[in-house]
């Protein structure tokens, strides 16, 4: 059975270029939709009937933020609970960016002016459990969840790796550093995205 993708992408030469990093990424053989809008979106995904048993069984979906009927977080809120590896495809490596697309429930994020060779590896190790983490966005997760209501939801070692990796370190570095496995370090950082995202969908979030 083919692995489901849904592109939502409305720069088509973007929207062909993703598909390439996507095909060389899986050994398997890919059966792609193609979307490039929200509403096209939500009607490829079932979701613009009501009924989740219309949900198509989807590996991955990767998101556009910006479309011509709005932001790509829209549909990334809605599908905080959809079993699909879920990316946030953008122009814009900042934080003020990427931040709100995990929580809305992203599980990482491409940078679409990035090389090929360096999209296929990101995306590999977001399939495989291996989301990325920037100083910046470390940073911003520290401060989120310093916030009143929010301080205890973290477990001390998800603190550790993050004030880790809010310095710059590596994964491996990190893993070396607190001695742990490095894939326990990418489960604390999954597990802290799932949190964000999960505190921002119940309006846990701080104040401005």
């Known amino acids: 059975m083919p692995t489901r993708v849904l592109i939502v992408e409305d720069n088509p ?68 609970d959809h079993p699909a590896t879920k990316i946030a495809t953008t122009l814009h490596s900042d934080d003020e960016h990427l931040f709100p697309a995990l929580q809305c429930g992203a599980d990482g994020y491409l940078l679409k002016e990035d090389r090929f060779e360096v999209l296929v590896e990101e995306l590999q190790k ?29 477990t001390a070692r998800e603190q550790d790796v993050l004030a880790a990796m809010s310095k710059g370190f590596t994964q491996k570095e990190v893993a070396r550093t607190l001695g742990i496995q490095w894939f326990v370090v990418n489960d604390h950082v999954s597990a802290v995205y799932r949190k964000l995202a999960h505190a921002a969908a119940r309006g846990l979030s701080p104040a401005p």
Not at 136 to 142: G, M, T
């Open 126 to 154: 977001i399939v495989r459990g291996q989301p990325p983490v920037s100083p910046a966005i470390a940073r911003r997760l520290l401060a989120f969840f310093k916030a009143p209501g929010l301080e205890t939801l973290l």
């Open 13 to 80: 030469v973007a929207r062909s270029f993703l598909m390439r990093v996507v095909s060389e990424s899986f050994s398997e053989d890919i059966e792609f939709t193609q979307t490039d809008d929200l509403a096209s979106a939500r009607a490829a995904l079932g979701l613009d009937t009501g009924r989740n048993a219309a949900v198509p069984a989807y590996r991955l979906i990767l998101c556009d933020l910006e479309l011509e009927d709005g932001s790509g977080l829209e549909l990334l809120s809605q599908l905080l």
